[in-house]
Protein backbone atom coordinates (compact mmCIF):
# COMPACT_ATOMS: atom_id res chain seq x y z
CA UNK A 1 0.00 0.00 0.00
CA UNK A 2 1.59 3.25 -1.15
CA UNK A 3 1.27 6.06 1.30
CA UNK A 4 2.57 10.06 0.80
CA UNK A 5 2.47 11.98 4.13
CA UNK A 6 3.57 15.37 4.10
CA UNK A 7 4.53 17.75 6.12
CA UNK A 8 6.46 21.11 7.14
CA UNK A 9 3.22 23.46 6.05
CA UNK A 10 2.18 25.82 8.68
CA UNK A 11 1.84 30.01 8.33
CA UNK A 12 4.67 32.11 7.25
CA UNK A 13 5.32 35.90 6.52
CA UNK A 14 5.50 37.07 3.21
CA UNK A 15 9.30 36.85 1.81
CA UNK A 16 9.55 34.08 4.50
CA UNK A 17 10.85 30.45 3.76
CA UNK A 18 9.47 26.87 4.37
CA UNK A 19 10.76 23.28 3.28
CA UNK A 20 7.77 20.48 2.86
CA UNK A 21 9.08 17.08 3.13
CA UNK A 22 6.86 14.13 1.68
CA UNK A 23 7.63 10.79 3.13
CA UNK A 24 7.08 7.79 1.04
CA UNK A 25 6.53 4.42 1.91
CA UNK A 26 5.45 1.18 0.10
CA UNK A 27 7.53 2.69 -3.11
CA UNK A 28 10.59 3.36 -3.92
CA UNK A 29 10.18 7.30 -4.71
CA UNK A 30 13.30 6.60 -7.46
CA UNK A 31 10.71 4.16 -9.38
CA UNK A 32 8.26 7.50 -9.41
CA UNK A 33 7.95 11.21 -11.27
CA UNK A 34 7.69 13.13 -7.93
CA UNK A 35 5.84 15.68 -8.25
CA UNK A 36 4.27 19.25 -5.93
CA UNK A 37 0.93 19.66 -6.16
CA UNK A 38 -1.00 22.98 -4.58
CA UNK A 39 -4.74 23.96 -4.35
CA UNK A 40 -5.75 27.48 -3.15
CA UNK A 41 -9.57 27.90 -2.34
CA UNK A 42 -12.19 28.25 -4.93
CA UNK A 43 -9.23 27.58 -7.56
CA UNK A 44 -8.55 23.76 -9.32
CA UNK A 45 -4.81 21.69 -8.05
CA UNK A 46 -2.25 23.12 -9.92
CA UNK A 47 1.65 21.16 -10.59
CA UNK A 48 3.98 23.23 -8.65
CA UNK A 49 7.04 21.27 -9.44
CA UNK A 50 8.18 17.84 -10.49
CA UNK A 51 11.13 16.08 -10.49
CA UNK A 52 11.65 12.58 -12.52
CA UNK A 53 12.76 9.26 -11.84
CA UNK A 54 16.23 10.15 -14.11
CA UNK A 55 16.06 13.68 -11.35
CA UNK A 56 15.25 16.03 -13.83
CA UNK A 57 12.63 19.00 -12.93
CA UNK A 58 10.20 21.46 -13.89
CA UNK A 59 8.65 24.42 -12.18
CA UNK A 60 5.48 26.30 -12.84
CA UNK A 61 6.38 29.72 -14.19
CA UNK A 62 4.55 31.55 -10.84
CA UNK A 63 7.36 29.61 -8.55
CA UNK A 64 10.66 29.60 -11.00
CA UNK A 65 13.70 31.00 -9.12
CA UNK A 66 12.01 30.72 -5.50
CA UNK A 67 11.14 27.50 -5.02
CA UNK A 68 13.28 23.99 -5.25
CA UNK A 69 12.41 20.34 -5.60
CA UNK A 70 14.66 17.77 -4.23
CA UNK A 71 14.74 13.95 -3.61
CA UNK A 72 16.77 11.72 -0.93
CA UNK A 73 16.29 8.36 -2.06
CA UNK A 74 18.32 6.85 1.25
CA UNK A 75 15.27 8.30 3.57
CA UNK A 76 12.55 7.91 0.68
CA UNK A 77 11.91 11.37 1.03
CA UNK A 78 10.89 14.55 -1.42
CA UNK A 79 11.18 17.79 -0.12
CA UNK A 80 10.33 21.16 -1.63
CA UNK A 81 11.97 24.49 -0.66
CA UNK A 82 10.04 27.48 -0.65
CA UNK A 83 11.85 30.74 -0.51
CA UNK A 84 10.63 34.50 -1.03
CA UNK A 85 7.16 33.08 -0.58
CA UNK A 86 4.01 35.13 -1.53
CA UNK A 87 0.18 35.32 -0.20
CA UNK A 88 -0.28 34.56 -3.37
CA UNK A 89 1.14 30.71 -2.50
CA UNK A 90 -0.85 30.49 0.22
CA UNK A 91 -2.51 26.61 -0.65
CA UNK A 92 -2.59 23.37 0.26
CA UNK A 93 0.26 21.45 -1.24
CA UNK A 94 0.05 17.61 -2.12
CA UNK A 95 2.57 15.28 -2.90
CA UNK A 96 2.19 13.08 -5.94
CA UNK A 97 3.70 10.03 -6.79
CA UNK A 98 3.37 8.59 -10.57
CA UNK A 99 4.86 5.35 -11.39
CA UNK A 100 7.01 5.14 -14.52
CA UNK A 101 4.89 3.63 -17.21
CA UNK A 102 1.56 4.43 -15.48
CA UNK A 103 -1.06 6.42 -17.11
CA UNK A 104 -3.09 7.11 -14.26
CA UNK A 105 -3.23 9.81 -11.68
CA UNK A 106 -0.69 8.16 -9.17
CA UNK A 107 -0.90 8.51 -5.45
CA UNK A 108 -2.07 11.77 -3.85
CA UNK A 109 -0.47 12.36 -0.18
CA UNK A 110 -3.05 14.46 2.15
CA UNK A 111 -2.02 17.72 1.97
CA UNK A 112 -0.04 20.17 4.10
CA UNK A 113 -1.57 23.96 4.12
CA UNK A 114 0.90 26.52 3.89
CA UNK A 115 -0.42 30.26 4.70
CA UNK A 116 1.34 33.36 3.94
CA UNK A 117 0.11 36.28 5.34
CA UNK A 118 0.99 39.83 3.92
Known amino acids: QVQLVESGGGLVQAGGSLRLSCAASGTIISNNHMGWYRQAPGKPRELVAR???????DYADSVKGRFAISRDNAKNTVYLQMNSLKPADTAVYYC????????????WGKGTLVTVSS
Open 51 to 57: ITSGGST
Open 96 to 107: NALPIGSLGYGY
